[in-house]
């Protein structure tokens, strides 16, 4: 069964600190790996990663992706209050011809405190 | 604002009734995506449609269906409700439904049945 495994499930640190998040997976057919941010409401799309160690940058935000160690992380450098969310990762599984299938995992709740 | 819009925001209804969650795609989508996401459970995928038609099905429940119309907006029905059926209801779109095309969420419907 593919599953897609997220660590920690929480976090609490304060502002200016540094936080790694990580996500394993074991899936078939593997397509992409996707970072999703969640606050209150949607899931807003941050990241997605096909291929090994190429970094993705986002002003503060960075993630990289190990397709042979199954794993990506996704970091978080100078972090702010405003960061404070569930970092959802999703992988993307080839279902048939050219169609995906998303699967997610529970997510990390980081909170940044002043 | 990721441009999926989703009606109603809440939902309060009691067991056995039935509901309808409604979803307006990002223009020039014509993929919907129906998720559940729950406390113990993440975010579970639901069902796809692409231009109309049923593309792919997840861990949708046989009282659940769903359907896109030819405007592209879609229903997602749910009856015979039980408790356990209480979460928050997202639907997302992309451009194409293939590979690679990241998932655009809306703010989600939050149902309650007591």
């Given at each position: 069964?593919?599953?897609?495994?997220?660590?920690?499930?929480?976090?609490?640190?304060?502002?200016g600190d540094t936080v790694t998040l990580n996500c394993s997976y074991e899936v078939t057919n593997f397509r992409s790996l996707l970072w999703y941010k969640q606050e209150k409401k949607a899931p807003t799309f941050l990241f997605m990663l096909t291929s090994s160690?190429?970094?993705?940058k986002s002003g503060r935000l960075s993630s990289i992706l190990d397709k042979k160690e199954l794993f990506s992380i996704l970091n978080i450098t100078a972090t702010q209050t405003g960061d404070s969310a569930v970092y959802l990762c999703a992988v993307e599984t080839l279902r048939g011809g050219s169609q995906g299938n998303l699967i997610f995992g529970k997510g990390t709740k980081l909170s940044v405190k002043p | 604002d990721s441009g999926v819009t989703q009606t109603p925001k809440h939902l309060i209804t009691a067991t056995g009734q039935r509901v309808t969650l409604r979803c307006?795609?990002?223009?020039?989508?014509?993929?919907?995506?129906?998720y559940q996401q729950s406390l113990d459970q993440g975010l579970q995928f639901l069902i796809q449609y692409y231009n109309g038609e049923e593309r792919a099905k997840g861990n949708i429940l046989e009282r659940f269906s769903a359907q896109q119309f030819p405007d592209l907006h879609s229903e997602l029905n749910l009856s015979s409700l039980e408790l356990g059926d209480s979460a928050l209801y997202f639907c997302?779109?992309?451009?194409?439904?293939?590979?690679g095309t990241p998932l655009h969420f809306g703010n989600g419907t939050r149902l309650t049945v007591t």
């Open positions: 069964e593919d599953k897609v495994v997220q660590s920690p499930l929480s976090l609490v640190v304060h502002e160690g190429i970094e993705k | 307006s795609p990002r223009s020039g989508d014509l993929s919907v995506y129906w997302a779109s992309s451009a194409e439904g293939t590979l």
